[in-house]
């Protein structure tokens, strides 16, 4: 499977670093790290070590936008890291069910709204910080960040030959818990959204501004929107289906 992993893309860099907001997000591939040292920086914890025949830094970065924009930030300035894999569960939308599996194709930052006399539009912080002309137009949906498509398509080759199905798509990443199964249904109708997490966005952002690439998996752990209850046991699971590809 040397055309469908991640080492291909290293070329001779940095590490890659492995993210995870949770501990039983991390806690399975910290188990597998060969070597593993734990390094701490505040409340922030990195595992060093190899897994397979290269170097991973593990990461739990923390719940939400905050946290995950630091801890990355920390791993691109530490660790120079020639890539990125964040990771971990999400609230599926409509018809996914707990251990589907989503590769993101873009992210939307659902924090980044204004509330105008018009009603609920949204913002590209990009064009705020620039100051540019462009930061007034208030968008009625949100706008996408588009993911590496190097390593999206690294990823979709290596799921398809392992033989696991997945889907590729929108991913909404805010501090926001919805569980109301309407405001799901309108949230996924108006953005198109597979399913919602509280970390990518950040990591998104920050990993942009260090120039260092990243893919973004999440697997189905509930589906608020079909009644559907959390299920951690699908962090061993996506485990097992990422094993192979950092190796």
Known sequence: MSDARLTPLEDGKGPIVLQGAMEMEVAPFIKRLKGAELEVYGDFSFWRGTFGTHPLIISKTGIGTAA??????????????????NQGTAGGYGDLAVGDVVVGSALYNANARYLGRDGLRFMELGALEHESVAAMDFLDVPPLLETDERLRNILKAFLKKSGTSYRTGIIASSDQWNEAPEQ???IREKTGALCEEMEAAAVWMTAKRFHVPCVFVRIISNN???????????CETLYRILQNFLM
Do not use: H, M
Request: hydrophobic share 45%; with cysteine; net charge neutral.
């Open 68 to 85: 995950a924009g630091a801890a990355t930030a920390l791993a691109c300035a530490l660790y120079q890291p020639s890539l990125i894999v």
């Open 184 to 186: 799901i249904k309108c």
């Open 224 to 234: 608020n929107e079909r009644g559907l209850s959390f299920d951690p046991s699908v």
